[in-house]
């Protein structure tokens, strides 16, 4: 073996956006996660917007707990459930500020569902990114809200049944049906990265420019609960997610004349 | 934007919910957040007609989980915000209250209490004194202040937010439906005006690096250790203010005691009522009654207590204010007897009769 050398003196330092929080990194998301992606299009939006000073980030409980130190914005940690009242709490406050709320599919589609119907149907001038992974990860694997038909979870084993707990939630369509002018709902997934910063950044110039409640599901991966392999996981996200969730933007707001 | 909303001293004739409005908007509180439940309505009722005049505005969310976190968040954007339930209300309010007290968030909130457990009565009761002292999983880091008149209810209000902003610990105005609900004469005031200063509230979120770093805030930690430190360095600060905040008030306690009366709130006014009647009797009865229940005025009970022969706990709950009273007199050699009456009324003449049987024995 030759001589060690550095990896900091024998490659370019990585391209980070501004708006990232480097104490925070690398990040604390298991490998093969999909937080990171949807993270990444949320700060390249923000520097790109130019809004680092203005925005607040809040964070729900779940995996997406882990990111509370990611960003260098000012940044608030919530109870299960409750990041979208927070965040529409700051905004109303102060409607100067971008308040961005993050969370997971069972935060936003389970316990903090009537905060979510609700902030939809007032047209809150906020953000939602919403990540779904088809199971609680941070709990190990739980069924959740968004958990597909047959799909096996700690708590259906054996797959699970639509007959007894329903079907996946189709969260975009339904604040897309809740919401009132001006509001930008899309779907976009971690399998397709530009697409996704392209919605994500749209979501947030959105509230930028003050015209209504602004809501992104992105689907996403979890191998670490799912048990797959890389190739599985990518499967599952492009393939059986992608067939039941459909993905693009649901509602655009009418471009001005 | 209209002027001071109250100029100079205003002798009005109002409900208690009326006169919070009030307080609030002379307090210059920028925005309620509130659901409706019963007795606490009117003072949305009042906020939204006095708002929009000043610049203030309000939130009507879907349920008190969102009216406590929307409160938060509105009060770290660096406003003062504030939101008020009852009963049903309380309880699911615990939640949010228990993410201000774990991160020193200066909400404040004014509980009118109604009868419980559960939906209960819409009317009265102090029952909720356990629940806004020590509710949620914590250590009941809050202050709660118990008032007993519609003066009281004006002051009061306006110092929950004063408190709540000095000390950063969640502060409650714990009144009940009885003062909610009822008309008193008082004066109300422009605070400034009399020499109050009003603290101005801080921004924690929003205002980027105009404060020098971005704050990253959390509830959530890693190891026990790391909670454990924070816990003890908030209790170690909520005793080294204690003493700043206790407030209390002693009727006729000057000498030796036959009978010391406890009680707090509405029920305190039965209980001066009743001593000043029996005095003129010729019966050795005072009274004492607790302000702060959260601080609790530990020893200055204690130091009245032990010149009274025999200690009568007085209450509109089955013993909740004297779970508070029997842990600060812990240790102490005394005797005492109950009133207990949840979520019921209490009249002078109920107390007069009980000091009379005590007497008797």
């Known amino acids: 073996m030759s001589e060690e050398v550095s990896v900091a003196t024998n490659s370019l330092p990585p391209r980070l956006p501004k708006s990232y929080n480097i104490e925070s990194k690398p990040h604390k998301f298991c490998p093969g996660c999909g937080h990171g992606s949807v993270l990444r299009a949320i700060a390249e939006s923000i520097d790109e917007l130019g809004i680092q000073d203005r925005t607040v980030y809040g964070c729900d409980i779940g995996c997406s707990l882990l990111s509370w130190d990611f960003f260098a914005v000012d940044s608030v940690q919530a109870h299960h459930g409750r990041t979208t009242p927070v965040i529409t709490g700051i905004k109303r406050a102060n409607p100067n500020v971008i308040g961005i709320a993050y969370m997971g599919d069972g935060g936003g589609y389970a316990i903090g569902s009537q905060h979510l119907v609700n902030a939809a149907n007032r047209n809150e001038r906020i953000t939602v990114f919403l990540v779904n992974n088809t199971n609680y990860g941070m709990t190990g694997g739980q069924m959740a809200p968004t958990t597909l038909p047959g799909q096996k979870t700690e708590t259906s084993p054996y797959g699970r049944d639509i007959e007894q707990t329903g079907q996946p939630f189709l969260g975009p369509e339904m604040v897309a049906a809740v919401t009132g002018e001006g509001a930008y709902v899309a779907r976009g997934t971690t399998s397709n990265f530009i697409q996704l910063k392209k919605f994500v950044k749209r979501a947030i110039e959105n509230q930028v420019n003050g015209k209504g409640f602004s809501f992104v599901e992105v689907l996403a991966g979890c191998p670490t609960n799912w048990r797959t392999d890389a190739k599985d996981t990518w499967g599952r996200i492009e393939n059986d997610m992608a067939n039941y969730f459909k993905v693009g933007e649901l509602k655009v707001p009418a471009k001005e004349e | ?361």
């Open chain 2, 1 to 361: 934007m209209a002027e001071k909303p109250i100029q100079g001293e205003k002798r009005v004739f109002m409900t208690g919910n009326e006169v919070i409005a009030w307080a609030t908007v002379a307090a210059q509180a920028d925005v309620m957040y509130g659901y409706p439940i019963t007795p606490q309505n009117e003072i949305m009722h009042y906020w939204t007609r006095l708002a929009p005049k000043y610049g203030k505005t309000f939130l009507q969310t879907e349920d008190e989980l969102s009216a406590g976190f929307t409160t938060i968040g509105g009060v770290l954007a660096g406003r003062k915000c504030f939101t008020a339930t009852a009963g049903p209300g309380n309880t699911l309010m615990q939640e949010p209250f228990s993410m201000a007290e774990m991160m020193r968030i200066p909400i404040v909130a004014i509980i009118q209490q109604r009868g419980g457990p559960s939906t209960a009565t819409v009317i009265y009761s102090q029952q909720e004194v356990t629940l806004t002292t020590f509710g949620g999983n914590g250590e009941g880091h809050r202050i709660v202040y118990s008032p007993s008149n519609h003066q009281e209810l004006f002051d009061y209000t306006i110092k929950s937010f004063n408190t709540a902003w000095k000390y950063r610990f969640p502060t409650f105005l714990l009144g009940d439906g009885y003062q909610a609900k009822m008309r008193e004469p008082l004066v109300m005031y422009d605070p400034e005006e009399r020499g109050i200063e009003l603290i101005k509230p801080e921004v924690s979120l929003g205002n980027g690096m105009e404060k020098g770093h971005y704050n990253h805030l959390r509830n959530t930690f890693n190891t026990e250790e790391e909670l454990y430190e924070i816990i003890m360095s908030m209790q170690e600060e909520y005793e080294r203010i204690a003493p700043e905040i206790i407030e209390y008030q002693e009727y006729n306690c000057d000498d030796d005691l036959d009978v010391l009366i406890i009680a707090h709130g509405v029920v305190s006014r039965a209980a001066q009522e009743a001593v000043s009647k029996l005095r003129d009797e010729g019966y050795k009865v005072g009274h004492f009654r607790p302000i702060t229940l959260r601080p609790f005025p530990e020893q200055e009970l204690r130091a009245t207590a032990q010149r009274a022969k025999k200690l009568l706990f007085v209450e509109s709950a089955y013993g909740q204010m004297a779970k508070l009273v029997k842990e600060a007199l812990f240790g102490l050699q005394l005797e005492a007897e109950t009133l207990y009456r949840p979520g019921v009324g209490i009249t002078s003449d109920e107390v007069i009769e009980k000091v009379k049987a005590i007497s008797q024995q």
